[in-house]
Structures are given as structure tokens and as C-alpha cells.
């Protein structure tokens, strides 16, 4: 029964003597193949180069550091209720006398933990971030050999007073 | 120096010349492959990844050796030696250049100038296919058993072909079966009678159609795509050495290399001059005699490593045959062609004359 009127009869039509020889057709397969032969290869070197991250780049977090080596981090708790994969667990602690080096505000995150296998990687904790605190990077999270080792604490993610992170080209420059 | 002396001195050389050349034609064959796919290849074993063949010599001598417990014990082991000893007695009949000539004394560089010279290469060639047949028999396996008999199908399907397009050469040489004569023909004369170039009076001016035959029919000698239906490790996951582990899988895979190699040195010989090159007669005015026997080794090696080249190069352009494809190519199209090759030039040479 026909449907529609757009099917088609196929044939095959018979091939020409030219075509039967298939010298033709090899010769010109060769012409294809030898044209890559010069063609810039598509490999990086992978140890010596790194390929370059798009600036959107989401990869691992990092939990940055005031310009006096102040960690921004509050404990408010936004970026563990924005995180759509509840990836991030945090305690907060009261800020003790003589910790002013240490922490920007009266209150402080004493333990806080992002399970890397659960993040998703959307950003939207530092969406939430009231604080310039928590920022995506372009850094690959390392691999491990065991599940319990991918939930990463403080040690980790805060950033190191001598070795700061640039977030310069994830920093938003809009203000709502 | 003795002829015995030198004669023994060039077995060697060419035997590690061949294992050379098989080795670094695994690397070249990487190379190349990652080339034509826009990759780069191997280049991490020394500059350039050189050294990668000796890192899977290692590697293929450190393997584990496994006998399968089913198989034929000594027949297992004697596939893969058979299949290398015959691959690298093809060499011993192929003129390598000019003669070297040392206090008057000349030294030939060619093993044994034997007078059936190219009939001995088919015959050893053809014992070959038992290298492979053996190893599949023996490992008693559905699969190497397939590749074995396509192996073997193939070969014997292909051989007639080949000798058929070979015997139009032969009779443009007088019916000599000598490897040393055909290439010293290619070396006189003028082109097509009236081009006058020294050294280019080559066999694939005047044959063509045996040349493309040949070349066809060497590609499936030498079981290398699109003619690999033996070993076609999508579909029989090796073929003929699928059991086959550690050093007598690499016998196997070094003996297709020197096939390779061998065949391409074959093709050169007859087709394309040998070592013949334009310009050879001038430059035997003007240089030293051995110097140019070494120019014309190393013209004859230039041939060689095209063909190799081309014989990877057509690897990565052409599929696979299907094998009712590859029987109907042989028989019906190559073995027809190449006697009315052979009924053509016969009839031009008894009319016309040379």
C-alpha cells in the first residue's frame, strides 16, 4: 500500500567499463589517503603540551583566600543548598580570638567537603557564593584509586597563601 | 679475498640487512599508518620513536611462551620457523648491483646467479604457504584453521596469476630465467627503440598490464590488505596466529615483513630496472666503477622503499575483499588478463620482431 507519494524505485544501475576496472577509482582513493600525509596532524603531546581549557572551563573547585591570606569562606551553607547533586557537606565554627590572620569574618567553615564523584560540575555553587569564596577552575580533579579518597576536604580545596589559583576569567563583572 | 669469503660476507649482510629492514618496516608501518590518519605515531622510544623496534623485540622475546595443550607440539613450532626460512631464502637469487670489483677481481653482489632465478623465487615463495598452513593446522583451532585455508586458497589462487604475468617478461628477455639477465636487459638498449636515456629501457614501459597483475598478485602473497583475508584480526582474530604467542608470533609477523620486503625487490627486478638507474652509463665515465655499483645498490634500495611505502600506503586505502571476491578477482579477471598478456606480447614479438 503507498503511503505517500515521495518513495522512490531504486536501481542499480550497471557500471560502465571504466568503472568495472576500478583502477580509477583505487587511483583516486590513493590521491585521498597521500593528501593526508601532509596534512597538520590532530595530535597534542600530551605530557610536554596541554590543551588549552575554554574560560568557561568548570573543573576542580578551590575555596579562595582573601588578598591578606584571609579564607573568604563563611560557612553560610548557599553553595550546599544550591548544589542540585548535594555534593557539599560543611561544619561551621565561631571564629576564636587571634584567628583574624586566618579567617575574613566572625564565622568560619571548621570542616567542609565536596564529594567529587557527586558534583556535576554546574557551577552553581559559585553561583550561590555570597562571599567570592568557592570557584570552578581549570584544574582536571586527579585521579584516585579508591572512592572514599575522591571526597575532598579543606586540605585540598582551600588555596594555598603562596600558591594562589587565578578565577580572574571565571570572575563576574556584571552586578544584578 | 676469496669469492667463498665474500659470498659468505654478503649472506650475512643481506640476511641482517633483511631483519633490519623487517624491523624497522613494523616502525615504518606505524608511522605511516599515524601519517595518513593524521596522527603522529610512536615517538617516544628515542628521537623520533626510533628505537620502538627494538622495544617490541624485547618485549616479543620476554612474552610468555604458550603451547596450547591440544595442539601439535612439534608442528606448532615448526610453522613459524618454516614460514621465516622461507621468507628469508627468497633473497639469495636477487641482484643487488652492479659488480664490485676489487684488484681485478669481480665480485658479483648476488648470492647465486642460479639460471632459474625467478622459478626458484616462485617455488620458495610457494613453500611458504606451508609455514602458514602448518601453524593453523597445528594449533588446532577453529579460527587459525579458516586463516590457514584462506591462507593457502589464496596463495595457490594468486601464484598462477603471478607466473603467468611473469612469463611475458620472460619472453622480452629471451626466455631467460636469470634475475641477473632480466635486469641486465633493462640496462641496454633504447626505450621503446628510439628514447635514448642509459638505463631506463625498464620492463614496465613495455608491460604494464603484467606489471599491475603482478603487483596485484604480490599484494596477496604476501597476505597484506586488501588481500589479508588470513589474518583479518576483525573477523578471524588473527587467522593462522591466533594460538601463536611471545617470539613465534613474531617470526610470523617478521616473515610478512621480509615477504614484504623481498617482494618489493622482486617487483624492482623485474619492472622497474633493478638496479638500473637514468644516467648510468654517463656516470660510468665519470666516477670510479665501485662507486657506482654503490649508487646503483642504493637506486635499487630507493625502489624497494617505495614499494614498501606503497604497500602501506595502500593499506590504509583500500577495505578488506570478501573472499568470494578475492576468488573471482583471481581467477576470472588476473589469470585471463594475464594470458592474453602473454598470447599479446608473444604475438608482437614473433611479428614485429624486438
Not at chain 2, 633483511?18 to 601519517?35: H, P, V
Request: charged share 20%; net charge neutral.
Amino acid at each position: 500500500m503507498q503511503l505517500t507519494n515521495r518513495s522512490k524505485v531504486v536501481t542499480k544501475p550497471e557500471m560502465t567499463f571504466v568503472e568495472k576496472l576500478y583502477l580509477p577509482a583505487i587511483f583516486s582513493g590513493l590521491g585521498i589517503t597521500i593528501k593526508h600525509l601532509f596534512k597538520k596532524k590532530a595530535t597534542l603531546k600530551y605530557p610536554e603540551q596541554t590543551r588549552q581549557f575554554a574560560p568557561v572551563y568548570r573543573g576542580m573547585h578551590v575555596l579562595k583566600r582573601d588578598e591578606q591570606g584571609r579564607e573568604n569562606c563563611t560557612a553560610c551553607g548557599l553553595c550546599a543548598v544550591s548544589c542540585p547533586a548535594e555534593a557539599i557537606t560543611m561544619d561551621a565554627a565561631e571564629r576564636k580570638k587571634g584567628e583574624e590572620g586566618l579567617y575574613r569574618e566572625e564565622k568560619y567553615a571548621a570542616r567542609y567537603e565536596i564529594n567529587m564523584l557527586r558534583c556535576i560540575y554546574c557551577g552553581l555553587c559559585e553561583e550561590a557564593c555570597p562571599k567570592d569564596a568557592i570557584y570552578l577552575t581549570d584544574r582536571i580533579v586527579p585521579s584516585e584509586y579508591s572512592r572514599g579518597e575522591f571526597v575532598f576536604g579543606k586540605d585540598v580545596l582551600v588555596e594555598k597563601v603562596d600558591q594562589r589559583i587565578d578565577v580572574s576569567k571565571r570572575k563576574k563583572t556584571y552586578t544584578i | 679475498m676469496s669469492i667463498v669469503l665474500f659470498k659468505a660476507i654478503l649472506v650475512v649482510l643481506i640476511f641482517l640487512i633483511s631483519l633490519g629492514i623487517a624491523a624497522y618496516s613494523t616502525y615504518g608501518e606505524r608511522k605511516i599508518a599515524a601519517f595518513l590518519q593524521d596522527r603522529i605515531g610512536p615517538d617516544r622510544a628515542g628521537p623520533f620513536g626510533l628505537l620502538q623496534p627494538i622495544a617490541d623485540g624485547v618485549k616479543m622475546f620476554l612474552k610468555e611462551e604458550i603451547i596450547p595443550t591440544v595442539s601439535d607440539k612439534l608442528l606448532f613450532i615448526a610453522g613459524p620457523s618454516m614460514f621465516m626460512l622461507t621468507a628469508l631464502m627468497t633473497s639469495a637469487v636477487i641482484p643487488w648491483g652492479l659488480p664490485l670489483e676489487f684488484g681485478g677481481t669481480v665480485y658479483a653482489l648476488q648470492v647465486a646467479d642460479i639460471n632459474i632465478g625467478i622459478l626458484y623465487i616462485m617455488g620458495v615463495v610457494s613453500l611458504g604457504v606451508y609455514g602458514i598452513m602448518i601453524g593453523g593446522w597445528a594449533s588446532n583451532n577453529k579460527f587459525a584453521l579458516l586463516g590457514a585455508i584462506r591462507a593457502s586458497s589464496q596463495m595457490i589462487s594468486y601464484e598462477l596469476a603471478m607466473g603467468m604475468s611473469v612469463i611475458a617478461v620472460l619472453l622480452m628477455t629471451n626466455g631467460s630465467l636469470s634475475l641477473n639477465n632480466i635486469v641486465q636487459s633493462q640496462g641496454e638498449g633504447k626505450l621503446y627503440g628510439f628514447i635514448n636515456i642509459s638505463g631506463m629501457n625498464w620492463n614496465i614501459f613495455y608491460q604494464p598490464v603484467a606489471f599491475i597483475i603482478f603487483l596485484v598478485c604480490s599484494f596477496a602473497e604476501t597476505n597484506r590488505t586488501p588481500f589479508d583475508l588470513p589474518e583479518s584480526e576483525s573477523e578471524l582474530i588473527g587467522g593462522f596466529h591466533t594460538e601463536y604467542s611471545s617470539m613465534k608470533l613474531g617470526l610470523y609477523l617478521f616473515g610478512e615483513y621480509i615477504n614484504m620486503f623481498i617482494s618489493s625487490a622482486v617487483i624492482s627486478c623485474l619492472f622497474l630496472g633493478g638496479y638500473n638507474f637514468p644516467g648510468i652509463e654517463y656516470l660510468g665515465t665519470v666516477l670510479p666503477h665501485n662507486i657506482v655499483s654503490l649508487i646503483s645498490v642504493a637506486a635499487l634500495f630507493g625502489k624497494i622503499f617505495f614499494f614498501i611505502f606503497f604497500f602501506m600506503w595502500v593499506r590504509w586505502t583500500i577495505p578488506r575483499f570478501r573472499y568470494d571476491q578475492l576468488m573471482r578477482l583471481g581467477w576470472q579477471i588476473l589469470m585471463p588478463l594475464a594470458i592474453i598478456n602473454v598470447l599479446i606480447t608473444g604475438g608482437i614479438l614473433t611479428f614485429f620482431g624486438n
